[in-house]
């Protein structure tokens, strides 16, 4: 079996429902991810295809109801790509939903390369690295219909289910608050759908952003500097549909707003 052949051919298949709007049941299987390093590759080489620039990543499943609801039982991360990253109060378009859900989230800007030559990161020293924190909304997608089934390889393959991504302004004084222990609520059409708070996300937005600082090395693709790391839902996923008018509300550092276009 030709290995780099299937990674190019699985990535080009990806893109193309990307592009189209169209879903698939799996990847099939002579081009299928056997393990998370294969689907990795696969990742790598389908933001190549993709012609987009890689402008930060993403971390899925940070929690037990976001593990639930893909089917997997550990975090997984994706590539955020410009051309799917929106300013806040932008209109997300609505093409190709299928997953067709939104989450409030933490994000941040990274003030220098994460390389581990000085150890592994936790949740203490990680905040030393970072230059901003921004609140974020995550449209997660995929374009595999059995998307709770097919296990991690196949939907890190699939870009770590990263869709649209809306990052709203920078917020001051956050260094003084834990962030574990905000409380987050998010809305649709005014009306409030889900509540949380930040340990929702891997014990805490910091704790998440240490996981995958530890996890980009381990897998030899370290977070550089200026990276913008969105860490996870910190509510329940909400449902959307074209024209939404989502609202993500995080206690005593503001709010951000997204709407998906009809």
Same mark, same amino acid.
């Given at each position: 079996?030709?290995?780099?052949?299937?990674?190019?051919?699985?990535?080009?298949?990806?893109?193309?429902?990307?592009?189209?709007?169209?879903?698939?049941?799996?990847?099939?299987?002579?081009?299928? +991810?056997?393990?998370?390093?294969?689907?990795?590759?696969?990742?790598?080489?389908?933001?190549?295809?993709?012609?987009?620039?890689?402008?930060?990543?993403?971390?899925?499943?940070?929690? *037990?109801?976001?593990?639930?609801?893909?089917?997997?039982?550990? +975090?997984?991360?994706?590539?955020?790509?410009?051309?799917?990253?929106?300013?806040?109060?932008?209109?997300? +378009?609505?093409?190709?939903?299928?997953?067709?859900?939104?989450? +409030?989230?933490?994000?941040?800007?990274?003030?220098?390369?994460?390389?581990?030559?000085?150890?592994?990161?936790?949740?203490?020293?990680?905040? *030393?690295?970072?230059?901003?924190?921004?609140?974020?909304?995550?449209?997660?997608?995929?374009?595999?219909?059995?998307?709770?089934?097919?296990?991690?390889?196949?939907?890190?393959?699939?870009?770590?289910?990263?869709?649209?991504?809306?990052?709203?302004? *920078?917020?001051?004084?956050?260094?003084?608050?834990?962030?574990?222990?905000?409380?987050?609520?998010?809305?649709?059409?005014?009306?409030?759908?889900?509540?949380?708070?930040?340990?929702?996300?891997?014990?805490?937005?910091?704790?998440?952003?240490?996981?995958?600082?530890?996890?980009?090395?381990?897998?030899?693709?370290?977070?550089?500097?200026?990276?913008?790391?969105?860490?996870?839902?910190?509510? *329940?996923?909400?449902?959307?549909?074209?024209?939404?008018?989502?609202?993500?509300?995080?206690?005593?550092?503001?709010?951000?707003?997204?709407?998906?276009?009809?």
């Amino acid at each position: 079996m030709n290995l780099a052949f299937d990674i190019e051919a699985a990535a080009e298949l990806l893109w193309h429902n990307w592009r189209d709007g169209t879903v698939i049941n799996s990847i099939p299987l002579h081009m299928q +991810p056997k393990n998370l390093d294969e689907g990795y590759a696969i990742q790598n080489c389908f933001a190549e295809f993709s012609k987009n620039q890689v402008i930060g990543r993403k971390i899925a499943a940070t929690s *037990k109801e976001g593990q639930r609801h893909i089917g997997i039982d550990h +975090p997984i991360q994706g590539l955020l790509l410009d051309k799917f990253c929106f300013s806040e109060n932008s209109f997300v +378009p609505n093409h190709g939903i299928y997953m067709a859900c939104a989450e +409030p989230e933490f994000a941040f800007k990274i003030a220098e390369n994460l390389d581990g030559k000085k150890g592994s990161y936790n949740s203490r020293n990680i905040a *030393k690295k970072i230059e901003s924190l921004f609140l974020a909304i995550e449209f997660p997608e995929t374009r595999i219909t059995n998307f709770n089934d097919v296990g991690a390889a196949q939907l890190i393959a699939d870009n770590g289910c990263a869709g649209y991504f809306v990052m709203g302004c *920078k917020v001051n004084g956050w260094q003084e608050l834990d962030l574990a222990k905000v409380k987050v609520s998010v809305k649709k059409n005014g009306v409030i759908q889900e509540t949380g708070e930040g340990s929702a996300a891997y014990g805490g937005p910091l704790s998440a952003l240490a996981w995958l600082a530890n996890d980009a090395v381990k897998r030899g693709s370290p977070i550089i500097k200026d990276e913008i790391i969105t860490t996870g839902t910190c509510t *329940k996923p909400i449902h959307i549909e074209g024209g939404s008018k989502i609202h993500a509300i995080f206690e005593e550092l503001g709010e951000v707003v997204a709407q998906v276009k009809n």
